[in-house]
């Protein structure tokens, strides 16, 4: 499982970071999205994984770490809001700059 | 447990909830509630101060639940510091909002007050998690103060701010993730005993984890090689955002200090200070390249922004070096290139209206109405900025420099500030003669100086010559503050039970 974990990470934040390198807006949310995809899994990954603990404390021996789940509950409404606030401005800076180049101006051939 | 530690919080967020519901409400009445926020803030800091100055670490547990299970609030001399270099800022940036600029976009004034709450809650935390939360609330209030006024140029800035800080934001993450999967916690106090204990096995990974944090507060405070952002960001925003702004890099050190004396300090062993080796190489060229950008910068604002970096590259030397004098020289500059770079903000913004569709480009234009007031506070100003004495950027930089013992880092350190010096006069200079004396022969007279507004700007830059005649008092108050941070028993003692009052 962990190495599946893993790989699924490596490939989510690489994926996101060719995407970051386009330097369009719309291809650099979707990587940012990418990114924060795998910091959040990454983040899950943190409380160990295992599968069939039980989440309330004495009803069993082993039980998952619940601080990791709140972590990301925060970081996924956090990302969430800041998702819409970018593609807000991105799509006020294709308005106002006529590009959807980051850099607010084409680049020169 | 005192309350008067989560006020600081509290009462910009309920000010600013309470903008955001009476959006209906007029200007003014909004301007009353959010002068009267800010106003508030100041007797309140200075109260946390003089709490702080007792020498006892204050702990606020939230919901009285104990670290380190429950959320903390700490506060000791560093933050009470830090919540009142805010407040005085605040106070003034938002005094000269509100003689207009607050009325160029909706909402400014809830968004102020979010971002006041955001850096005091930075300030006061002592949760890296919840470091993060404040992180997050006082960028995205950033955002959109940036933003305030519109336009091409500050859309522009405004997306590489954006987009640079929430890739930052997913690295902030990332380091958190990794701190609490080896140590088990998300309290610094807690955390630095269990870095300290840290196995072979498990050094690699929190000395990864704590470089990462490097990475990411230097995006905040803009050192090299993560500094691009901040030159057109700042030179774009609008005044008194900017002056605000001058608090937004001291948020990136502050944490520094913060991670790299409590969680990476005297007490972690093979982890002791990591951050070093890297500061001081960073902090070097930083002061180079901020001072190259500051002889080139082609508008006043784009100057000034400069001069913020070439200030962040001489606080973190101060903090690289390590020793409890040079931190304590760092605070005090910090101090000073605080309100001086906010008060300098508001003078370019003040010179601009007087210059027409010039604005603060270093070019040839119109003569300004009041060049002899406007004048001498831009002198006041540079020579404060520049470290010239008797002003308290000279008391700042003599002190760092006294800081060091005669060695390699005093060869390398003394000749760099002193050169760049002596190279940001020079710019000053350049910009000043440009400003006031090569000027056309007319005047445009359609702006009036707005008493208001400089009212604001001399509050801000006449605090040097206040800081100077002060120096004693603030002197030692900063060699306790760097005692404080070096002394890590108290801040490890917060996390037993039962320690807590």
């Not at chain 1, 899950?44 to 989440?55: C, D, E, P």
């Not at chain 2, 520094?256 to 890297?278: C, E, K, P, Q």
């Not at chain 2, 200030?311 to 004098?325: D, F, M, P, W, Y």
């Not at chain 2, 001399?458 to 002060?470: A, E, V």
Request: net charge neutral; charged share 10%; proline share 4%.
């Amino acid at each position: 499982m962990e190495a599946l974990f893993a790989a699924t990470l490596g490939i989510l934040t690489a994926s996101g970071v060719y995407l970051l390198l386009r330097a369009r807006t719309f291809a650099v949310v979707m990587g940012l999205t990418l990114i924060s995809y795998a910091v959040n899994l990454f983040l899950f990954a943190m409380g160990r994984l295992q599968s069939g603990a039980v989440t309330v404390i004495g009803q069993g021996g082993a039980y998952a770490d619940p601080l990791p789940q709140a972590l990301v509950l925060t970081a996924i409404v956090i990302g969430f809001a800041m998702t819409a606030f970018v593609v807000v401005l991105a799509l006020r800076s294709l308005g106002e700059t006529q590009t959807d180049h980051v850099d607010g101006r084409e680049p020169e051939q | 447990m005192n309350h008067a530690l989560i006020l600081p919080i509290l009462l910009p967020m309920f000010a600013g909830s309470l903008l955001l519901l009476g959006a209906r409400l007029s200007l003014s009445s909004k301007r009353c509630l959010s002068l009267g926020a800010t106003l508030l803030l100041l007797p309140l800091s200075f109260y946390l101060l003089w709490l702080a100055d007792q020498g006892v670490l204050q702990v606020y547990a939230a919901g009285n639940w104990q670290a380190p299970f429950g959320i903390v609030l700490l506060l000791d001399r560093l933050s009470a510091l830090m919540l009142v270099l805010t407040a005085v800022l605040g106070c003034f940036a938002l005094l000269y909002a509100v003689r207009g600029d607050d009325g160029r976009g909706p909402s400014f004034h809830a968004l102020f007050q979010f971002q006041l709450m955001g850096i005091n809650g930075a300030f006061l935390t002592g949760d890296l998690f919840n470091l993060f939360v404040f992180f997050e609330i006082l960028l995205i209030a950033s955002y959109s103060l940036l933003l305030h006024g519109g336009g091409a140029e500050r859309v522009r800035a405004g997306l590489h701010y954006v987009l640079l800080n929430l890739l930052g934001s997913a690295l902030f993450l990332l380091a958190v993730g990794v701190l609490y999967g080896i140590t088990g916690t998300l309290n610094m106090a807690d955390m630095a005993s269990q870095a300290a204990a840290a196995g072979p096995d498990q050094a690699p990974l929190l000395h990864a984890a704590g470089l990462l944090l490097l990475l990411v507060f230097g995006l905040k405070a803009a050192c090299v090689p993560l500094y691009f952002w901040l030159p057109r960001a700042y030179a774009a925003a609008t005044a008194p955002v900017a002056a605000l702004f001058a608090i937004m890099t001291k948020v990136g050190l502050y944490s520094i200090v913060r991670v790299y004396t409590l969680i990476f300090g005297d007490a972690a062993g093979s982890l002791a200070h990591m951050a070093n080796d890297w500061l001081w190489p960073l902090a070097l060229l930083t002061l180079v390249l901020g001072v190259i950008g500051a002889l080139a910068a082609s508008s006043l604002q784009g100057l000034l922004a400069y001069l913020l970096v070439v200030s962040v590259g001489t606080l973190l030397a101060g903090i690289a070096i390590g020793t409890e004098q040079a931190l304590a020289a760092a605070l005090y500059y910090l101090i000073h290139s605080t309100w001086i770079g906010g008060g300098l903000f508001l003078l370019a913004d003040l010179i601009a209206r007087q210059r027409g569709d010039k604005q603060a480009e270093l070019v040839q234009g119109p003569a300004l109405q009041n060049p002899h007031l406007l004048g001498a506070l831009f002198f006041l100003g540079a020579i404060a900025v520049a470290g010239l004495p008797p002003l308290s950027g000279f008391i700042g930089k003599l002190l760092l420099l006294r800081a060091l013992e005669p060695g390699l880092q005093a060869l390398l350190l003394w000749p760099l500030v002193l050169g760049g010096g002596l190279l940001t006069l020079l710019a000053l200079s350049r910009a000043g003669s440009t400003l006031f004396w090569r000027v056309g022969l007319s005047q445009l007279d359609s702006t009036e100086l707005d008493r208001g507004r400089l009212l604001a700007c001399m509050g801000l830059l006449l605090l040097s010559p206040l800081l100077t005649g002060l120096a004693a008092p603030i002197l030692s108050y900063v060699q306790a503050t760097a005692g404080q941070l070096h002394d890590l028993q108290p801040y490890l003692q917060t996390i037993r039970p039962g320690a807590a009052p």
